[in-house]
Every structure is written in structure tokens, then in C-alpha cells.
């Protein structure tokens, strides 16, 4: 018997237009392949544009991004950093490399995201913190008004990891540009996607500049190669900028599919005993990344998980806690229980772009049927 079509969790999808190979190709017309060009620069405006903010870097990646925030932020050797538990390990490797210390904070059921409680909390712990970085994961926003007042209280910066949330809007304001710095990814499974990729964005034009300076391996201008500084080599290719400058003519695109799907997964299994969606708050409106649910009953997440991959459909887990990780557990953690029982519970449902009513259908059919046993 051949297996049925794989149905993805969220990959790459391409303009329809083919908007991409077009700015590619202009790319290797001009043999402008090396980083830097038109593409990149153009990519860095429009995306500036989009998200409603005045400058942007291209990066190699989203760490490389969240990497440079944090040294902007000024975050050195032995500095704190509160950082949402609850994520992908990009998000603290960077405090890492910085050789700063993580401190955990635990997310809350009504965002998902960073609880504003535990944060306080954790000001008080330590005063001498240095930084907060604050996740938007799965396309939710996190309680930010709440947050960057806490930030500005104690005169802090605040990062914003909105990876995970382009096109996402808290009180009709593009997530990311709350913070003094903001980070995106386009990776390859990401709402947009570069093959990979980063940026980087602030209102601080100044250093913006100097992100850009550092990602460059912090050359100098001269004409001999002069360092002052560190330097990293992080900055995006101009063949890839042109990936992201086609992708984000179809960002809107993708949202409204993206919210299809999460519609249709809320009427089609919302009825089921002991599933619970993700937490919709009236300031969100959300990109709907990854549909993700909660499941309080008998069946498990992984009988749903093991069920589907069966069927060859992919779907996940929520992320596994930072402060669960043997790489992370020796540092801090400020909370309770919250983060560990969103992964314990949490499944994210197939979300993949590119898929069909009757691929949707397919989903949901197989899992209705392990609720009829
Ligand atoms: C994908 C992701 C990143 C890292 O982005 P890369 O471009 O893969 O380096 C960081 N944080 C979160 C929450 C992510 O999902």
C-alpha cells in the first residue's frame, strides 16, 4: 500500500507569482551574489515598512538577531536576563553567548507567553537585572503593555522574540516593535521563510547601524582591514534577501490561511471531550502559526501525535521548558507550574499553508476517530 501524501506542520510556501525567483534572479543578473545589494537593502525597508518601524537589519538569522539585540542592549559577562522558559532554545542560547546568566520566567494559561506575575516576582529577586526577553510564540501575543510597563518601571530593556509572530497584532500593533529591539526568523518553517534568516528591528536607528557594523565582523572604514571591536559574520545574503522580499508580498496571504486552518480546527474538534484551544484575548489578533490545543482528558498528546504520524501527518509537541533542559535547568526559574503543563498537555496541529480542504479534513477525521473508541 503507498502511504498517503505528507502533511506538513508548517513548511515552506512559495509565491504563487513567483515573486521570489524574480528578485533572485535580478540578484544574478547584476552578479550581485555577495552579501549585501539591492535586495538586502530593499528587504530591510519594505520589512521596516510592513511592521511599522524606522530601521531593520538583515540577519543570518533570527539568534544572530537576538544575539545582537542582547548585545546592544548592553548584556555582557555576568549580567542577568529574565527569558521566557517556554520556547525554542534559540531564544536563550544567545544569553549564553553573551556569557550572561538566564533567569526563567514562567508563562501564564491566558497568554501562553510570559507571566507578567512572575516577572514582577522576579524583579524583585534581582534588581540588577539587565535585560528581558519576551517570546510571541505560536503567533500569540504575549501580555506586552503589561510587560514593557514593568521594563519601563525598572528601566530595563526589553527584547521582543516575535520569531513566531509575524503579522501577529497586539491592540493593532505588529508584535516586535513594543520593545527597544525585536527579532523575526525565516527559517524554513517559519510564516515566511528565506530558507534562513533574520532580522532585527528598533526605532533606535543608531544602533541599528551598529548592529549592522558588528554583523559585518565590525570592520572599520578603512581600506585596510581595521577592527576596533568584535565582530561576527551575520549578516543576510543578498540572494536570500530576494527570497524575502517575494515572501513578504504574501505575508497577508499566509495569515489568512493560517486562520482558516485554526477555524477549522475550532469547528471541527471543539466539541471533543477534554480538548482546549489556545487562548484567544480580545487585544490579539494572531498569525495563527502553529494551531495548537490542550488535552486534559484520557488521551494523551502523544496517542494524537503517534496516531497522525501514523497517517504520515506531522504535528508536535509544545516546546519543552528552557528551565527543563539539562543544558539550562542550573539557572534560576521564577513561577510555578504553568510552562511544564503546557508542554506536558500541548500538541501543535498540523498548520502547513499548502494544505487542502480535504488534506484539513483528512486531520480532523483521524482525530474524531480516537475520541469514538
Ligand atoms: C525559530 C525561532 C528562533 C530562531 O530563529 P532562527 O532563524 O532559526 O535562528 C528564535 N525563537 C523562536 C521562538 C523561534 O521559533
Known amino acids: 500500500m503507498t502511504q498517503p501524501a505528507r502533511i506538513f506542520l508548517s513548511s515552506p510556501h512559495m509565491s504563487d507569482q513567483g515573486y521570489e525567483q524574480q528578485y533572485v534572479q535580478e540578484a544574478f543578473d547584476t552578479n550581485w551574489i555577495a552579501p549585501l545589494g539591492t535586495n538586502v537593502n530593499e528587504f530591510e525597508r519594505e520589512f521596516a515598512e510592513k511592521v511599522h518601524i524606522k530601521s531593520a537589519a538583515a540577519l543570518s538569522s533570527g539568534t544572530a538577531a537576538i544575539h545582537l539585540a542582547l548585545k546592544a542592549a548592553g548584556v555582557g559577562s555576568g549580567d542577568i ?41 522576579a524583579f524583585h529577586k534581582y534588581p540588577n537585572v539587565k535585560a528581558v526577553v519576551v517570546v510571541h ?14 521594563c519601563d518601571h525598572y528601566n530595563v530593556a526589553l527584547i521582543e522574540d516575535a520569531a513566531e509572530s509575524l ?8 508584535t516586535g516593535t513594543f520593545g527597544d529591539y525585536g527579532i523575526f526568523s525565516f527559517n524554513g518553517n517559519k510564516i515566511i521563510t ?34 576596533k571591536e568584535l565582530g561576527y559574520n551575520y549578516r ?23 486562520t482558516e486552518i485554526y477555524r477549522h480546527y475550532i469547528n471541527e474538534l471543539s466539541e471533543l471531550d477534554g480538548i482546549q484551544f489556545m487562548p484567544e484575548n480580545n487585544w490579539d489578533r494572531p498569525n ?13 498528546p502523544l496517542d494524537l501525535i503517534n496516531a497522525l504520524e501514523k497517517e504520515n501527518i506531522e504535528s508536535r509537541p509544545v516546546w519543552k521548558p528552557m528551565h527543563l533542559q539539562p543544558y539550562f535547568e542550573k539557572y534560576d526559574f521564577v513561577g510555578t507550574n504553568v510552562a511544564e503543563q503546557l508542554f506536558l498537555n500541548g500538541v501543535c496541529l498540523p498548520s502547513d499553508t499548502k494544505m487542502k480542504e480535504e488534506d484539513l479534513h483528512r486531520v480532523t477525521k483521524l482525530i474524531k476517530g480516537l475520541w469514538r473508541i
Not at 167 to 174: E, K, P
Not at 288 to 300: E, K, M, P, V
Open 81 to 121: 536576563v529574565f527569558c521566557q522558559s517556554l520556547t525554542f532554545s534559540a531564544t536563550a542560547n544567545p544569553i549564553i553567548y553573551q556569557d550572561a546568566i538566564p533567569v526563567f520566567i514562567d508563562s501564564d494559561y491566558k497568554t501562553w507567553n510570559m507571566s507578567p506575575e512572575a516577572l514582577e516576582e
Open 137 to 150: 510564540l505560536y503567533g500569540l501575543s504575549a501580555e506586552i503593555n503589561r510587560i514593557k510597563e514593568l
Open 236 to 258: 543576510m545574503s543578498n540572494v536570500v534577501a530576494g527570497i524575502g522580499r517575494g515572501q513578504l508580498k504574501v505575508l497577508d496571504d499566509r495569515v489568512n490561511k493560517k
Open 194 to 227: 528565506t530558507s534562513g534568516g533574520g532580522m532585527l528591528v528598533s526605532n533606535n536607528e543608531e544602533m541599528i547601524q551598529k548592529a549592522r557594523f558588528w554583523a559585518t565582523q565590525s570592520r572599520e572604514p578603512a581600506r585596510h582591514y581595521e577592527h
Open 288 to 300: 495563527y502559526w502553529l494551531s495548537s490545543i490542550l488535552l486534559q482528558g484520557s488521551i494523551r
Open 167 to 174: 503579522g501577529t497584532y497586539y491592540n493593532g500593533q505588529q
